[in-house]
């Protein structure tokens, strides 16, 4: 079983409203989890990650971190069809990425 | 300030053959991770490394497939007698030194194999 794990989608939010990506994990030492964002064809890049507790923001973005309940998520407010793309969350468990098969999240317009 | 680099960008092999693929991380980063994906799959991890050294190969296919990274020069990702399955997108990735290491991976443009 993969450490994290990942609600597979896919995810259709409509232009203007909140996109909300969820991930939950098994080992309770894990300490920072991180965010990448995927476009088709290009390559993944971070946008977010988080180490605490709660709630992390960027912009229109949110992390969030439940340490008691082992799930992390990303909300995008406000979506916007630049935000359609796959999103990747893992926690670097042994010096390393693994990722998943993301979430892709489609905003239409 | 470069970032990582690959090359080839777009590679095209009969099978049978070999494939090379190169990544150089970007500047003062020592370590390097390769990723494959295939048309419509997510990012499989591949291999960690660091200068001449091979951390984690956990994800590496047990034949045909090798990677290094010297003292001088890129990580090479070498694939031994292609296969059509072997079609993919390889992305490199690197982080800085032991220390800074906060799990940001910085990815090249990945090199797309397409074998004939």
């Known amino acids: 079983q993969k450490e994290v794990e990942q609600n597979s989608g896919p995810l259709s939010v409509p232009e203007g409203a909140i996109a909300s990506l969820n991930c939950t994990y098994s080992d309770r030492g894990s300490q920072s989890f991180f965010w990448y964002r995927q476009y088709s064809g290009k390559s993944p890049e971070l946008i977010m990650f988080?180490?605490?507790?709660g709630d992390k923001e960027d912009g229109r973005f949110t992390a969030q971190l439940n340490k008691a309940s082992q799930y992390v998520s990303l909300l995008i407010r406000d979506s916007q069809p630049s935000d359609s793309a796959t999103y990747l969350c893992d926690n670097f468990g042994n010096e390393k990425l693994t990722f998943g098969t993301g979430t892709r999240l489609t905003i239409i317009p | 300030n470069a970032g990582v680099m690959q090359n080839p960008r777009h590679l095209v092999r009969r099978r049978g053959q070999e494939a090379r693929l190169r990544c150089s991380p970007m500047?003062?980063?020592?370590?390097v991770y390769w990723y494959r994906q295939l048309p419509e799959e997510g990012l499989k991890f591949m291999v960690y490394l660091q200068k001449e050294n091979i951390i984690d190969e956990s994800g590496m296919p047990k034949e045909r497939f090798s990677a290094e990274f010297p003292k001088e020069g890129p990580s090479i990702l070498r694939i031994q007698q292609v296969v059509r399955g072997d079609s993919a997108a390889y992305f490199c990735a690197s982080s800085p030194r032991p220390g800074t290491n906060t799990g940001e991976l910085f990815f090249g443009e990945g090199s797309r194999l397409t074998v004939l």
């Open positions: 500047k003062g980063h020592s370590h």
């Open positions: 988080i180490y605490s507790n």
